[in-house]
């Protein structure tokens, strides 16, 4: 029976599939070009109506709920704050030294003037306390001997006596929301008498009414019994928030729940120290509206745009059928160099598969004829930047000569010892070179160094150590410029007084180490992290400090490793304040390697 019901449904699809096969296949060219156009072009425009209110019905919610996530957050730190000022105040006045010796202090019944003076001065403390703070409305205080004191800038209400023996902290009841606290001596813990702090409802109410939320939305914040300590109405605290969606744990929530005929969006936002919670509730409709107008507005546009391409459709199917004149007048077009010309076939019959095959002619000689076209253009832009690289360099060096000899001529000798030098480094990073020998690495940083002096002066030293056995050794050209460039970057723009640089290079066994080394002000552990970052797409975006990027260490790291493999490469080690270590791990290289060999694995 079971088989029965699966086979039905697939038998019924299989009968309309064929009889609408049977039926196309009566129709027309003309007609099977309609019908597929239509087809397309609807299933376009339903099929990417539908995504666009789905994802934006989706968008709209998930920021409707980061809205109320951060409305919460941005409200809760406001109750925070109240609440830390009404704890800090119970916390000055049970520690204040007066209070303590008042309230520990014994006097006889007879002695009245006493007591009273008694009296009038803690009510004096808790009056400086109660004016001081715009959070608290009264102070009570029921002191071990029975004697109650109080101060409150309002006529309110005592509290009732089953107050005084609860447990909470924070208790929110018939309008009041109080903090109780008990009072201990300091020398010898000894119980001093229990502190009732009547807070102002309208402090948390005026933060509530600053939240811009809907008409028919729902705020709240409760306190850790599921009482409302405010809401929309300063009348409602103390009374018991009895929707079910109320989260127990403390943990925050969304749901989406119907209610009084709509449906809403509820956020629980997590407790605060008190225990404290915000619930906020929006109706859908809120950041549904604009979704719905925007479907009526599709649905409107589908349907003008299914007309408008039955329209388009008919035309065009209607104007396939020209005569076979057109096919010579196509040839004659093509045969005088008109490459562009098209001829639209018509029915399925021989004309029609000899049109196709003409338009694919064209296409293909066309296609031909621009291919040769564009590269005979890059061959001779091909060869024009090879004719600009032979001119430009040398131009730049003769030029740089030029003026390095009118300033020496001139007397300003500075000057021509910068060109002279920078033109040792044009030189030296334009060559064809990949690798080149240690000392002429260090003559190239020397040159460097050379212009950075005259930039920072005596701001900064360098100095330069190698094994003399080593400076025939070879290694990647341009490796120690960028990291020199790094030390000074961290360690000369941001140090006041002069910074040291040393450069060192030794070996150890068959391995080869490059060491710069600033007393610079560090780098933070993730400054390291970003110049590490061996995805340069990732480096692009990162910058480092000023507008200097990680690119030229990453570069160092990335070329080191693909000469010698893994196991070599850079290492950084640096402390915030306690200077900069770059180390270079290589091979020793007595001669250039070729790079077409895996030269690593040898």
């Given amino acids: 029976m079971l088989k029965k019901m699966i086979k039905f449904p697939g038998n019924i699809l299989k009968q309309v599939s064929g009889w609408l096969r049977k039926k196309v296949q009566g129709f027309s060219f003309s007609k099977k070009l309609i019908l597929i156009y239509l087809a397309v072009i609807l299933a376009s425009v339903i099929g990417s109506s539908l995504l ?7 968008t709209m919610r998930e920021r409707t709920c980061d809205y109320l996530k951060n409305l919460a957050s941005v409200t809760m730190s406001k109750v925070e704050l109240s609440v830390e000022n009404v704890e800090n105040t119970a916390f000055y006045i049970s520690g204040n030294e007066q209070m303590q010796s008042l309230l520990y202090r014994n006097y006889d019944e007879e002695d009245r003037i006493s007591r009273y003076q008694q009296y009038d001065d803690v009510c004096n403390l808790l009056s400086y306390y109660v004016f001081l703070s715009q959070e608290i409305a009264s102070i009570y205080i029921n002191a071990k001997d029975g004697q109650n004191y109080s101060y409150t800038k309002y006529n309110r209400v005592p509290p009732g006596e089953e107050l005084w023996s609860e447990e909470r902290e924070w208790i929110c009841t018939d309008g009041h929301i109080y903090l109780r606290r008990e009072m201990y001596r300091f020398e010898d813990q000894t119980l001093l008498g229990t502190m ?7 402090v948390f109410y005026d933060i509530v009414k600053d939240i811009s939320y809907d008409a028919g939305s729902i705020v709240y914040i409760l306190d850790q019994e599921g009482c409302i300590v405010s809401g929309q109405d300063t009348e409602m605290t103390g009374q018991p928030f009895s929707d079910v969606l109320l989260v127990t744990d403390g943990g925050e929530s969304f749901e989406t729940v119907a209610m009084d005929g709509s449906r809403y969006v509820f956020y629980t936002g997590c407790e605060i120290a008190n225990g404290w919670r915000l619930v906020l509730a929006v109706p859908e409709s809120y950041f549904l ?34 005569p076979i004149t057109s096919l010579s007048d196509a040839m004659k077009r093509f045969g005088q160099g008109d490459f562009e010309v098209r001829c639209e076939a018509v029915g399925e019959d021989e004309i029609a598969v000899l049109t196709n095959s003409f338009n694919q002619m064209v296409k293909d000689i066309r296609t031909l004829i621009d291919e040769a076209y564009e ?51 044009m030189r030296y990073s334009l060559s064809k070179k990949d690798f080149v020998t240690i000392d002429e690495e260090l003559k190239n940083l020397r040159d460097y160094v050379e212009i950075q002096n005259v930039r920072y002066g005596d701001r900064m030293k360098v100095s330069c150590e190698a094994d003399s056995e080593l400076l025939d050794t070879y ?10 460039e790094n030390a000074i970057i961290h360690g000369v723009e941001d140090k006041i007084e002069p910074a040291l640089i040393q450069i060192r290079v030794y070996h150890e066994a068959v391995d080869l180490y490059m060491v710069v080394e600033d007393n610079g002000v560090g780098m933070s552990q993730e400054a390291i992290e970003r110049l590490l970052d061996l995805h340069p797409a990732n480096s692009m975006k990162k910058t480092i400090r000023r507008g200097h990027t990680s690119i030229g260490v990453n570069n160092v ?20 304040g306690s200077g900069t270590k770059v180390t270079l791990r290589m091979r020793i290289m007595q001669q250039p390697p070729d790079m077409r060999l895996n030269y690593y694995s040898r």
């Fill in 52 to 58: 666009s209110f789905v994802f934006s019905a989706r």
């Fill in 196 to 202: 009732l702090i009547d807070v102002q409802p309208t």
């Fill in 289 to 322: 509206s604009d979704i719905q107008n925007l479907q009526i507005r599709m649905a409107l546009l589908l349907a003008v745009t299914c007309l408008l391409a039955f329209g388009l459709v008919v035309a065009v199917g209607k104007g396939i059928t020209r």
């Fill in 375 to 425: 590269q005979e253009m890059m061959q001779q832009e091909i060869e024009m930047k090879s004719l600009q690289m032979q001119i430009n360099p040398h131009f730049l060096y003769n030029t740089l000569d030029t003026i390095n000899w009118i300033t020496r001529m001139n007397g300003v000798d500075q000057i021509g010892d910068l060109t002279y030098s920078l033109g040792n480094l």
């Fill in 475 to 484: 290694v990647p050209k341009l490796l120690l410029q960028p990291i020199l």
């Fill in 557 to 576: 790291n990335r070329r080191i490793q693909k000469v010698f493999g893994p196991s070599c490469g850079l290492q950084i080690q640096s402390q915030l």
